[in-house]
């Protein structure tokens, strides 16, 4: 009677083992359950926090009063700089504690305070979006051997703008300055867009093509603003080849007397003029025109050293 009494106690034992065991499993699952939700909920108020903060700070920026948008012209010295406000002039500012005025550049957009003109911040380049959809995404696909019959004019142009832009060391130590671009003439389909396709598919640069229709503007002043712009979202994503097709549209010779249109249409080709003959520390941007009338083009656009 008395060994049943032992097994009875023991089976008891093992069962209570065995009850408290499941349910130590079920706790872990659970702890482990409340500990990934813990953390989950960590994370998430962690972002949130971080989003209030960007909110308060925007908010703050919202409530600061507006400011003046300015252009540099020229640093004056260590605290001063020369900036051009439109339709004011320009004036001799100061610059915010938090500006590094060693990274100011001619022609930066900025931001004055309404009080003081003090130089608080400096804002990203303004590109027109009809600019901007003349950049190429990807690289052109084309190829040298797809061009027929210009074995000549490959071996120029591979001179004048892929040398330059891989070996530009070559020009330095010969002290030779590099050529800006190249100027191709011809009837059309003789491979003059082809070929610029090609050059800027072998140099891997960003590609900007641009028609000098599409410069032409009826607002005064419109179409020089868009020279101005292609060339710094050119300078942005260096190296870049331009690639203006029917440069005529801009370039015809000047005649005295022009008024309306075809004086904005000088305009523009000026504007050209200045922006070939001011980016010489640019080397990595190189601009190559094509036209099918060389023969009405601008002497100036025709001028050695262009």
Do not use: W
Not at 114 to 131: E, G, M, R
Not at 207 to 222: H, N, P, T
Not at 236 to 253: C, K
């Amino acid at each position: 009677a008395h060994r049943p009494r032992v097994m009875a106690a023991a089976a008891a034992s093992h069962g209570i083992q065995s009850y408290y065991s499941s349910k130590i499993d079920e706790l872990e699952v659970v702890v482990r359950e409340k500990t990934s939700n813990l953390r989950r909920l960590e994370a998430q108020r962690n972002e949130l926090n971080s989003k209030v903060r960007l909110l308060r700070e925007e908010l703050s920026l919202l409530q600061e009063p507006g400011s003046y948008v300015g252009e540099v012209v020229k640093v004056m010295g260590r605290k001063k700089v020369l900036v051009k406000v439109h339709p004011e002039g320009k004036y001799v500012v100061d610059i915010d504690k938090a500006i590094d005025i060693s990274k100011l550049n001619p022609n930066d957009r900025v931001a004055l305070r309404n009080d003081s003109y003090t130089l608080h911040l400096v804002l990203p380049s303004k590109v027109d979006p009809l600019v901007s959809l003349m950049k190429l995404e990807k690289v052109p696909d084309s190829t040298y051997d797809m061009i027929g019959g210009c074995d000549k004019q490959i071996k120029e142009i591979k001179e004048v703008i892929e040398l330059p832009i891989k070996h530009p060391e070559l020009f330095e130590s010969l002290g030779i300055a590099q050529p800006k671009g190249v100027l191709m003439h011809g009837p059309p389909g003789t491979g003059k867009t082809l070929l610029a396709r090609a050059v800027a598919h072998h140099t891997d640069c960003t590609f900007i093509r641009v028609s000098g229709s599409e410069l032409v503007q009826k607002y005064i002043g419109e179409g020089s603003r868009m020279v101005r712009e292609l060339f710094v979202m050119a300078r942005e994503h260096a190296p870049s080849i331009i690639f203006m097709d029917e440069v005529d549209s801009i370039g015809s010779s000047r005649v005295d007397g022009e008024q309306g249109g075809d004086s904005e249409v000088q305009r523009t080709m000026l504007e050209l003029l200045n922006q070939l003959d001011g980016f010489e520390a640019a080397t990595n941007i190189k601009v190559i025109m094509a036209t099918n009338r060389i023969d009405i083009l601008d002497e100036a656009l025709l001028r050695p050293g262009r």
